[in-house]
């Protein structure tokens, strides 16, 4: 199936303008934002967003980083240094009202049913994740997530799809973090957890280090399996 990558901006809440990257199969189908990690649009989120949008959705992505220095970034040790930098500071108010921004720019488009999910890598789980209270969001997948564990209060009031997916071996979400996030979630029929073993963080980007393709794969089937519900 034919995809189409488009980018346009978007105006921020506190001034200036953030770009968003879509994608779309010119098929009538549900919305979902993807929240990139600290590395940004790298070459391997778009590819991802390419094929959600081969399986009829609408997808699109923000530039998280607007307000500092966005831009996608690569794996070399400066990289590294300055996605990490990234994260000093990060205003996560303002990067849900982007998201916000985003859901509602999908949802104004003809071929969006108007149903719009958050699926978020690495630093964009945590968005994924409170978008479903917060924002109203469909569904959410979180791929190795961080973040999620300060916001299980929110856990009694989760109605929707979510689905978690952690690396055994991640050391931004080890063990005792995902042993809570499941306390929290035991007896929901809405939130699916998932661990990987031997999995480490960033299993399911394919320009990471750690990549694993057989988690990866599984992972994403899963995720595609839980956001049909939303179709």
Same mark, same amino acid.
């Given at each position: 199936?034919? !995809?189409?990558?488009?980018?346009?901006?978007?105006?921020? +809440?506190?001034? $200036?303008? +953030?770009?968003?990257?879509?994608?779309?199969?010119?098929?009538?189908?549900?919305?979902? !934002?993807? &929240?990139?990690?600290?590395?940004?649009?790298?070459?391997?989120?778009?590819?991802?967003?390419?094929?959600?949008?081969? *399986?009829?959705? &609408?997808?699109?992505?923000?530039?998280? +980083?607007?307000?500092?220095?966005?831009?996608?970034? $690569?794996?070399?040790?400066? =990289?590294?240094?300055?996605?990490?930098?990234?994260?000093?500071?990060?205003?996560?108010? #303002?990067?849900?009202?982007?998201?916000?921004?985003?859901?509602?720019?999908?949802?104004?488009?003809?071929? @969006?049913?108007? *149903?719009?999910?958050?699926?978020?890598? @690495?630093?964009?789980?945590?968005?994924?994740?409170?978008?479903?209270?917060?924002?109203? #969001?469909?569904?959410?997948?979180?791929?190795?997530?961080? $973040?999620?564990?300060?916001?299980?209060?929110?856990?009694?009031?989760?109605?929707?799809? !979510?689905?978690?997916?952690?690396? =055994?071996?991640?050391?931004?979400?080890?063990?005792?973090?995902?042993?809570?996030?499941?306390?929290?979630?035991?007896?929901?029929?809405? !939130?699916?957890?998932?661990?990987?073993? $031997?999995?480490?963080?960033?299993?399911?980007? *394919?320009?990471?280090?750690?990549?694993?393709?057989?988690?990866?794969?599984?992972?994403? =089937?899963?995720?595609?399996?839980?956001?049909?519900?939303?179709?």
């Amino acid at each position: 199936m034919s !995809v189409t990558e488009t980018s346009r901006t978007l105006p921020r +809440f506190d001034g $200036g303008a +953030f770009e968003i990257i879509e994608a779309s199969s010119g098929t009538r189908g549900p919305g979902i !934002v993807f &929240v990139s990690s600290v590395y940004g649009h790298t070459a391997d989120l778009r590819a991802t967003m390419r094929r959600y949008a081969a *399986s009829g959705f &609408v997808v699109a992505a923000p530039e998280m +980083f607007s307000r500092t220095e966005g831009g996608a970034l $690569g794996q070399s040790e400066e =990289e590294r240094a300055k996605a990490r930098g990234r994260l000093e500071g990060y205003d996560f108010a #303002a990067g849900m009202k982007d998201v916000r921004a985003t859901m509602d720019a999908l949802r104004a488009r003809a071929d @969006c049913t108007g *149903s719009v999910a958050v699926l978020g890598y @690495c630093f964009g789980g945590e968005f994924a994740y409170v978008a479903t209270v917060e924002l109203g #969001a469909a569904a959410a997948v979180s791929f190795h997530g961080v $973040g999620i564990e300060r916001h299980l209060d929110l856990a009694p009031r989760i109605t929707v799809p !979510v689905s978690l997916h952690f690396g =055994e071996e991640d050391r931004f979400a080890p063990p005792a973090t995902i042993d809570a996030i499941e306390a929290a979630h035991r007896g929901s029929k809405n !939130v699916e957890i998932y661990r990987y073993p $031997g999995g480490k963080h960033g299993f399911a980007q *394919s320009d990471s280090a750690a990549y694993d393709e057989a988690a990866a794969r599984l992972s994403e =089937e899963r995720a595609l399996t839980l956001l049909a519900r939303i179709k």
